[in-house]
């Protein structure tokens, strides 16, 4: 497949009147008033939204608690990335479950965003077919489409006739021929994403079924002609959302809001994109460190990388040429080996402990060769790596002192540290130290009660973010 020039293909397109696309939408949200629930599959969805709630908990009080908040939106981190196919349909299941009940006693219509990956890994289909079958079979809801759209800007992640590229300097690469595609539990092939769904459903669903929104009716505001695409979709048939920037997202969301207005039921399965424009979060200066590093603090700071990506990698690199870090690697090719595996990991809690109490900022970093048990193994291979991510959690949770910042890197990693080393229940999103980089600050019950906590995806920044971040917070 030929790739494209940013600049040059960016350039080429019409230019659209934002104030105008703004009030539009602005019109469109003041009507909207279903619930916006978004289930997160690792803690990086949040990358665009602030003063937004997290939960991880997903029992039907904690639901029903986050029905009845004045929020419109909230999140419930699954974490299902991490989880095998079993798992997570038991989980969508009971997620699924505990919404039908809470909306219907308390008579509050709702959509559900299942957030994924902007380079298409992840349990897809099986998560909304999932959310699907379970909510027909318990309420009366039908759902006449499902809205994908895996668009992030500041991921660099774009959509251009129904093909996803990734940015990558000047040139936009097909998501199918990055490392994202050769992922060894979620790897697919097609870029095309009509394509895509047809090999992720194993042709259950056909190149027939999709559809889409182009870039020609989002920079045309043709609002009817997409609104009609909406409006029409039955049989929960696949929509494409092709865009290159918010305006784009915003456009297709008047209609969207209009065809659920009037009574169409859809799932969606997004990027963090649709999440902001649909719960209508305006944008917010990155956050500083005056913002998230306690001033009277002599403790170093704690960075945690568990994610293997080529980004990670290199960005790990730089951040190990920071003449004030100190560097603990992390032995975790010794997962084969209980005991060996076992002092591998207090040996590194030691040293942790030790450095950051001497004011010392710290990075604990996972062995950079990816597991690779052979063909068939993916399952084998995803339990071993929860294993690991466990015992990165236990850093966290065995910290003898409170470090004056934590930063966790990859999906899997910050999740596992904030649910579990952090012990958070709720959070509340504080905003981006950068862009597409979020930040949680704990809740009152959490380990460091009230604590800003930063989550940096694996996939996102150049090789200078992480190093910059450090620099900055130390």
């Not at 809470?102 to 509050?108: A, I, N, P, T």
């Not at 500041?154 to 992922?183: S, W």
Request: contains cysteine.
């Amino acid at each position: 497949m030929t790739y494209l020039t940013a600049n040059t293909t960016l350039n080429a397109l019409p230019t659209v009147d934002e104030h105008k696309i703004d009030a539009l939408l602005n019109e469109a949200l003041a009507s909207f008033k279903h619930k916006i629930i978004v289930l997160d599959d690792d803690p990086t969805g949040i990358q665009t939204v602030h003063g937004v709630s997290v939960f991880t908990q997903f029992d039907e009080q904690t639901i029903e608690t986050a029905f009845r908040d004045e929020q419109q939106m909230f999140f419930l981190l699954t974490n299902s990335r991490a989880m095998t196919a079993t798992e997570t349909t038991i989980l969508h299941t009971n997620i699924a479950t505990a919404i039908v009940n809470v909306s219907e006693k308390l008579q509050q219509p709702y959509i559900i965003i299942s957030r994924g990956d902007s380079t298409l890994r992840g349990h897809y289909p099986l998560e909304t077919e999932t959310l699907r079958q379970t909510i027909e079979a318990k309420s009366s809801l039908h759902f006449d489409g499902e809205i994908i759209a895996p668009y992030f800007l500041e991921g660099g992640r774009l959509t251009i006739e129904d093909i996803h590229y990734v940015k990558q300097g000047d040139q936009l690469v097909p998501a199918g021929e990055t490392e994202f595609a050769n992922d060894r539990t979620f790897g697919y092939k097609s870029s095309h994403l009509f394509k895509y769904i047809n090999e992720k459903t194993n042709g259950a669903t056909s190149v027939s079924d999709c559809h889409s929104i182009s870039l020609n009716q989002t920079r045309a505001l043709a609002i009817d002609d997409i609104t009609a695409v909406f409006m029409d979709s039955t049989n929960f048939s696949k929509i494409i959302l092709n865009a290159v920037a918010n305006s784009d997202i915003k456009v297709a969301s008047i209609g969207i809001i209009t065809a659920l207005n009037a009574g169409k039921n859809f799932l969606f399965r997004t990027a963090a994109a649709v999440p902001k424009i649909l719960g209508g979060i305006s944008d917010k200066p990155l956050l500083q460190k005056r913002d998230l590093v306690d001033s009277h603090s002599k403790n170093g700071g704690l960075i945690v990388v568990g994610s293997h990506v080529k980004t990670s990698t290199e960005q790990l690199e730089a951040l190990l040429t920071y003449d004030k870090i100190i560097s603990i690697p992390f032995k975790s090719d010794l997962v084969f080996n209980d005991v060996a595996f076992h002092e591998e990991v207090q040996r590194v809690q030691l040293l942790i402990n030790t450095h950051l109490a001497a004011g010392e900022t710290v990075v604990v970093f996972t062995s950079r060769k990816r597991l690779d048990l052979g063909d068939n193994q993916a399952e084998n291979e995803l339990a071993l790596s929860v294993k690991i991510a466990k015992a990165v959690t236990s850093f966290v949770e065995n910290l003898t002192i409170q470090p004056k910042f934590i930063i966790g890197k990859g999906g899997i990693t910050s999740s596992e540290i904030g649910t579990k080393g952090l012990a958070v229940k709720r959070a509340l999103v504080a905003g981006q130290i950068a862009p597409g980089i979020p930040v949680w600050l704990t809740d009152k019950t959490a380990k460091f009660p009230l604590m800003p906590y930063v989550i940096f995806p694996g996939n996102v920044g150049n090789k200078e973010t992480l190093k910059e971040i450090v620099e900055r917070l130390d």
